[in-house]
Structures are given as structure tokens and as C-alpha cells.
């Protein structure tokens, strides 16, 4: 039976990466964009990207575009295969009421 | 680690939520941005062609052309805006190169074929445009095949059984018909 996760499970965590399993496998999204979409500050998404990028489930990717810095976020593979099992998890509780 | 139903009904909802929020930002970015263009431009340009003096009509058409093509342009560079792939950026090229082509081949073929009146001239456009929408969408999402072949029905219906109201027919079904679409696809995803 899949478990909940508890690094996904925090509110801000379980959105960003839902919004991050909704990109194609070889999309990433842009830091701010993901900001944007999230209605968060810039230092409340680092934090929690950073806490999601310790435990293997996004991939941040940072780079110059018309040299200006930019960050790039990505699910990982495993990051998306422990997203699905928490989803899962969250719908077998949901079955069980 | 333990939560309750409503917890986690909670969370699904916020997932679900999250989700369409995504994928309405992206396909925001642009995609149905197009139709409503393009449509509001049919709209104007057959709406004109119906109703104007022949020179004032070829002039509108012109305006709006240009109008829609430099808006495209700026949808296009917006829709790469946020979310990108290693494949988008040279997909995006072959796509403008595509699209410019198909331009080109639409002029050589009026060119083959002149004399053509106004009816024609729309009939050759309206089928290239939509040889490319056709085009796109077997590439890139196959159901967005099925407008392009409905609008190109109602063309041909327009231009063999309604030859008088052949720019009024276009006017409404063709340009509001992509407004209507575009407006669809906002609201539904």
C-alpha cells in the first residue's frame, strides 16, 4: 500500500510539485513563473524548492538566458513516482472514510 | 504519518486545483490567444470585404494582416516565456520556418493561378492557413485537427453553394467560429 509523504505533504510543497508533474517529463519551469503561479515570495519558494531538491524530487537547474541569470525547476523521475504514490495514498485514505 | 479523510480531501483538492491552474497559465501564455486573434481578424477583413468598396476592403485586409501577424509574433515569444524544454527552442524555429514557407508557397500558387477575384484569393489563403493549422496539429495535439477541418468545410460550402454571401458566411462562421473556439479552450482548461 503507498504512503503518505511527509516532505510532499506540506501545503506549499504538495502544490509546487503538482505543478511540476503537470510539465511535459523534459519541461522546467522558470523560478519566477512558478512564484507567480504559486502566489508566494521569492525567499518562501527557495525554501521549500530547496527542501524538495535535498530529497531528490526536483532538479534545479540554473543558467544564463540573453545574460541575464535565471533558475529553472524540474520534477525528477523520482520525484514524480513518489508525487503518484502519495496521490495514492491521499485517495485510498479518502476510500477508507 | 497519519491524516484524516477530510485532510486528504483536502489535499486532493489542492493537487486538482493546482493542476488546472498550471495548465491553464501555460496554455494562457498563448494558445487560444491565436484563435481570438485571428478570428477577430476574419471577422473584420470578410466583414469588410462584404460590405466596403473592393479597394478600401483589399486595404483593410492588408492592415489587418499585418496586425496579425506582428500580434502572432508577440503571442509566440510570450507562450516561451516560463516553462521551457531542450526540444522548444529548435521546434519553435522549424515551426516559424513552416510557417513563412507555407506563406511563400501560398503567394506562388495565387501567382500561377491569376487572375483570381476576391472569392478565390480568400478560398486560397483560408485553405493554406489551414493546411498549416493541420499541420500544427498533428504535431502537436491531434484533436486541434478537427476546427481546421470544420472551418475548411464551411469555406468550401460557402464558396460552391453561397457565392453571395460567401464573405459574410466566412465573416461569421470562420471568425467567430475561432473567437467562440478560442473563448472555449480559456474557459475549459
Known amino acids: 500500500m503507498a504512503e503518505l509523504n511527509e516532505t510532499i505533504h506540506q501545503p506549499v510543497r504538495l502544490r509546487i510539485m503538482a505543478a511540476l508533474v503537470t510539465l511535459g517529463p523534459n519541461e522546467e519551469v522558470d523560478f519566477t513563473y512558478l512564484r507567480d503561479l504559486l502566489g508566494v515570495t521569492d525567499g518562501n519558494l527557495g525554501a521549500h524548492l530547496r527542501k524538495l531538491e535535498e530529497a531528490g524530487y526536483i532538479a534545479v537547474n540554473k543558467t544564463f538566458v540573453e545574460r541575464k541569470p535565471r533558475t529553472y525547476v524540474a520534477a525528477t523521475a523520482e520525484g514524480r513516482k513518489v508525487f503518484a504514490e502519495h496521490v495514492v495514498a491521499l485517495e485510498s485514505i479518502l476510500r477508507s472514510k | ?189
Open chain 2, 1 to 189: 504519518m497519519n491524516i484524516s479523510p477530510y485532510e486528504a480531501e483536502q489535499a486532493l483538492a489542492a493537487i486538482q486545483a493546482m493542476m488546472q491552474k498550471t495548465r491553464r497559465a501555460i496554455s494562457s501564455s498563448g494558445a487560444y490567444l491565436f484563435l481570438i486573434v485571428w478570428g477577430i481578424i476574419w471577422l473584420l477583413g470578410f466583414l469588410g470585404a462584404q460590405f466596403l468598396p473592393q479597394y478600401i476592403a483589399v486595404y483593410t485586409w492588408v492592415v489587418l494582416d499585418i496586425l496579425g501577424g506582428i500580434l502572432s509574433a508577440i503571442i509566440g515569444i510570450r507562450m516561451n516565456r516560463g516553462v521551457r524544454s531542450p526540444s522548444s527552442s529548435s521546434s519553435g524555429k522549424r515551426i516559424a520556418i513552416f510557417w513563412m514557407l507555407l506563406f511563400l508557397y501560398c503567394v506562388a500558387s495565387i501567382a500561377v493561378s491569376w487572375p483570381a477575384d476576391g472569392k478565390q484569393l480568400a478560398m486560397f489563403i483560408i485553405l493554406f492557413v489551414m493546411v498549416g493549422w493541420l499541420a500544427m496539429g498533428l504535431l502537436l495535439s491531434f484533436t486541434s485537427i478537427w476546427p481546421a477541418v470544420i472551418i475548411t468545410a464551411l469555406a468550401l460550402v460557402g464558396y460552391f453553394l453561397l457565392p453571395g454571401i460567401f464573405n459574410l458566411w466566412m465573416a461569421i462562421l470562420g471568425g467567430g467560429g475561432m473567437i467562440v473556439l478560442g473563448l472555449y479552450i480559456r474557459s475549459r482548461w
